[in-house]
Protein backbone atom coordinates (compact mmCIF):
# COMPACT_ATOMS: atom_id res chain seq x y z
CA UNK A 1 0.00 0.00 0.00
CA UNK A 2 1.30 3.85 -0.97
CA UNK A 3 0.43 7.51 -0.13
CA UNK A 4 -0.03 10.00 -2.65
CA UNK A 5 2.94 12.33 -1.82
CA UNK A 6 1.92 14.68 -4.74
CA UNK A 7 -0.18 15.01 -8.02
CA UNK A 8 1.57 16.46 -10.83
CA UNK A 9 0.62 18.27 -14.33
CA UNK A 10 1.73 20.30 -17.14
CA UNK A 11 -0.60 22.32 -19.78
CA UNK A 12 2.18 21.90 -22.44
CA UNK A 13 4.73 19.16 -23.10
CA UNK A 14 8.30 19.97 -22.87
CA UNK A 15 7.65 21.81 -19.29
CA UNK A 16 8.03 20.88 -16.11
CA UNK A 17 5.16 19.37 -14.11
CA UNK A 18 3.67 20.95 -11.11
CA UNK A 19 1.90 19.55 -7.99
CA UNK A 20 -1.58 20.43 -8.27
CA UNK A 21 -2.74 18.68 -5.16
CA UNK A 22 -5.37 16.79 -6.89
CA UNK A 23 -6.85 15.53 -10.09
CA UNK A 24 -9.68 13.90 -12.05
CA UNK A 25 -8.44 11.02 -14.06
CA UNK A 26 -10.65 9.79 -17.13
CA UNK A 27 -10.59 6.72 -18.32
CA UNK A 28 -8.81 5.57 -21.33
CA UNK A 29 -7.59 9.41 -21.47
CA UNK A 30 -5.59 10.50 -18.05
CA UNK A 31 -5.24 13.04 -16.33
CA UNK A 32 -7.70 15.90 -17.23
CA UNK A 33 -5.61 19.20 -18.18
CA UNK A 34 -2.48 17.39 -18.25
CA UNK A 35 -0.58 17.77 -22.10
CA UNK A 36 0.46 14.28 -22.11
CA UNK A 37 -2.83 12.83 -21.31
CA UNK A 38 -4.09 11.04 -24.53
CA UNK A 39 -5.43 7.55 -25.99
CA UNK A 40 -2.19 6.25 -25.78
CA UNK A 41 -0.38 3.98 -23.75
CA UNK A 42 1.31 6.53 -21.05
CA UNK A 43 -1.80 8.29 -19.97
CA UNK A 44 -0.37 8.47 -15.98
CA UNK A 45 3.24 8.87 -15.14
CA UNK A 46 4.00 7.45 -11.73
CA UNK A 47 7.02 7.58 -9.43
CA UNK A 48 8.42 6.46 -6.24
CA UNK A 49 8.60 8.92 -3.82
CA UNK A 50 11.96 6.59 -2.24
CA UNK A 51 13.68 6.60 -5.62
CA UNK A 52 13.30 10.37 -6.06
CA UNK A 53 14.49 10.63 -1.75
CA UNK A 54 17.76 8.70 -2.86
CA UNK A 55 18.31 10.76 -5.75
CA UNK A 56 17.76 14.08 -3.87
CA UNK A 57 20.41 12.26 -0.95
CA UNK A 58 23.32 12.21 -3.81
CA UNK A 59 22.79 15.65 -4.04
CA UNK A 60 20.25 16.56 -6.51
CA UNK A 61 17.82 19.70 -6.05
CA UNK A 62 14.23 18.00 -7.13
CA UNK A 63 11.02 19.41 -7.16
CA UNK A 64 7.46 17.24 -7.16
CA UNK A 65 7.12 16.65 -10.73
CA UNK A 66 10.64 17.38 -11.98
CA UNK A 67 11.04 14.43 -13.47
CA UNK A 68 7.74 14.79 -15.46
CA UNK A 69 6.27 12.42 -13.15
CA UNK A 70 2.13 12.38 -12.54
CA UNK A 71 1.72 10.64 -9.24
CA UNK A 72 4.80 10.66 -6.66
CA UNK A 73 3.80 7.57 -4.11
CA UNK A 74 5.52 6.87 -1.00
CA UNK A 75 5.78 2.92 -0.41
CA UNK A 76 5.25 1.50 -3.78
CA UNK A 77 8.54 0.59 -5.39
CA UNK A 78 6.94 0.54 -9.20
CA UNK A 79 9.78 -0.90 -10.87
CA UNK A 80 10.13 -3.95 -9.62
CA UNK A 81 6.41 -4.48 -10.68
CA UNK A 82 5.52 -6.66 -14.12
CA UNK A 83 3.72 -5.09 -16.91
CA UNK A 84 -0.31 -5.48 -16.65
CA UNK A 85 0.06 -4.54 -12.73
CA UNK A 86 -3.38 -2.68 -11.57
CA UNK A 87 -3.67 0.14 -8.76
CA UNK A 88 -6.58 1.32 -7.35
CA UNK A 89 -7.12 4.43 -5.48
CA UNK A 90 -10.62 5.77 -4.44
CA UNK A 91 -12.30 5.12 -7.76
CA UNK A 92 -9.29 5.04 -10.34
CA UNK A 93 -8.14 2.04 -11.86
CA UNK A 94 -4.74 2.15 -13.25
CA UNK A 95 -2.84 -0.88 -15.41
CA UNK A 96 1.17 -0.54 -15.70
CA UNK A 97 1.56 -0.13 -19.52
CA UNK A 98 5.10 0.71 -19.79
CA UNK A 99 8.69 0.52 -17.40
CA UNK A 100 11.26 3.33 -17.91
CA UNK A 101 11.32 5.86 -20.24
CA UNK A 102 14.47 6.27 -22.80
CA UNK A 103 15.67 10.03 -22.24
CA UNK A 104 16.06 11.34 -25.68
CA UNK A 105 17.35 14.83 -24.99
CA UNK A 106 18.73 15.20 -21.28
CA UNK A 107 16.85 16.92 -18.90
CA UNK A 108 18.48 19.60 -16.65
CA UNK A 109 18.15 16.55 -13.91
CA UNK A 110 21.14 14.50 -16.18
CA UNK A 111 22.87 17.25 -17.40
CA UNK A 112 23.30 18.45 -12.91
CA UNK A 113 23.93 14.62 -12.10
CA UNK A 114 24.86 12.80 -14.86
CA UNK A 115 22.15 10.32 -15.04
CA UNK A 116 17.71 10.38 -14.54
CA UNK A 117 15.95 7.89 -12.72
CA UNK A 118 13.29 7.83 -15.01
CA UNK A 119 14.31 4.75 -17.47
CA UNK A 120 14.33 2.81 -14.93
CA UNK A 121 11.97 4.00 -11.71
CA UNK A 122 9.77 5.76 -14.00
CA UNK A 123 6.49 3.77 -14.94
CA UNK A 124 3.43 4.15 -17.10
CA UNK A 125 0.03 3.34 -16.99
CA UNK A 126 -3.35 3.81 -18.62
CA UNK A 127 -6.90 4.80 -16.96
CA UNK A 128 -9.41 1.51 -16.65
CA UNK A 129 -11.90 3.36 -14.49
CA UNK A 130 -12.16 7.52 -13.84
CA UNK A 131 -11.44 9.07 -10.40
CA UNK A 132 -10.34 11.62 -8.62
CA UNK A 133 -7.36 11.67 -6.62
CA UNK A 134 -5.41 13.66 -3.80
CA UNK A 135 -2.39 14.24 -2.34
CA UNK A 136 -2.62 12.22 1.13
CA UNK A 137 -5.02 9.18 -0.50
CA UNK A 138 -3.31 5.58 -0.70
CA UNK A 139 -2.85 3.78 -3.67
CA UNK A 140 -3.36 0.11 -3.49
CA UNK A 141 -1.25 -2.66 -5.57
CA UNK A 142 -4.38 -5.27 -6.44
CA UNK A 143 -3.36 -8.93 -6.21
CA UNK A 144 -3.26 -11.18 -9.99
CA UNK A 145 -6.79 -12.41 -8.75
CA UNK A 146 -8.37 -9.02 -8.84
CA UNK A 147 -7.38 -7.98 -12.11
CA UNK A 148 -10.96 -8.60 -13.81
CA UNK A 149 -12.81 -5.36 -15.32
Known amino acids: MGRIVAVCTSPRKGMPK ?57 GIDFSQLALGTRFVCNDVLLELTQIGKECHSHCAIFKAMGECIMPTQGVFTRVLHSGHI ?16
Not at 37 to 61: D, K, P, Y
Not at 134 to 145: I, K, R, S, Y
Open 18 to 74: QNVQEATLVAGHGIAGDAHAGNWHRQVSLLSWQAVEAFRARGAVLTHGCFGENLLVD
Open 134 to 149: CVGDTMEVLPAEQKDD
